[in-house]
């Protein structure tokens, strides 16, 4: 469904796609991920959403945005809310649909092939926005997780859907606790 003369922009909603991996049991390799999508088409941008607290002395996702923006992502960040919920739980709010809407809106009169990373439903009118527009449009998630992290409705109004799952081999690396584990046995093994 790719074509190497189209004009391909991603939009990357970064906390969906780190759960739906997640669930898969891998963690995304992003490098490999820039490279896999420019191999496919003309990479017009590679945009990656995600909020962030900024009280917190240190932010565990902080050194995966500053290698992103250095590595050709526009990254587009805003700061997480922190509020209190009825049962007294700390919970965080960060949604950054709007934000990837009116880039992807945007952006639309200058591509021909849009790929998000997502599989939340709320895109659903997007992606037929983008549509209407002459823009083709992929959406990468996994139907392989329990439950599955795309929407229905999303999946089925997409021009074409990815399975994360199956992009796991190019794109993925195991998540950290199993590469320390690994590096460990290897170093174990090497004496």
Do not use: C
Not at 71 to 82: H, I, R
Not at 88 to 107: P, Q
Request: proline share 5%; glycine share 6%.
């Amino acid at each position: 469904m790719f074509y190497k003369d189209e004009r391909l922009a991603l939009f990357i909603d970064g906390s969906n796609l780190y759960a739906a991996a997640k669930a898969l049991g891998f963690d995304i390799d992003y490098k490999l991920l820039r490279q896999e999508f420019v191999r496919r088409g003309k990479m017009v941008r590679a945009f990656y959403y995600t909020a962030l607290l900024e009280n917190d002395e240190y932010s565990p996702i902080r050194p995966l945005v500053d290698w992103l923006h250095y590595n050709g992502f526009t990254m587009v960040t805003k700061p997480a809310k922190e509020y209190t919920d009825s049962q007294g739980r700390r919970k965080v709010k960060g949604n950054m649909d709007i934000e990837l809407t009116v880039d992807a809106m945007e952006l639309a009169p200058r591509v021909d092939h849009i790929v998000l990373f997502s599989g939340d439903g709320d895109f659903r009118p997007l992606v037929e926005s983008l549509q209407r527009q002459g823009v083709r449009v992929s959406v990468v998630s996994t139907i392989r997780s329990q439950p599955p992290m795309i929407a229905d409705e999303l999946r089925r109004q997409a021009d074409n859907f990815i399975e994360l799952d199956e992009l796991r081999e190019v794109i993925g690396r195991p998540p950290r606790e199993q590469q320390a584990e690994r590096n460990f046995e290897v170093a174990s093994n090497g004496n």
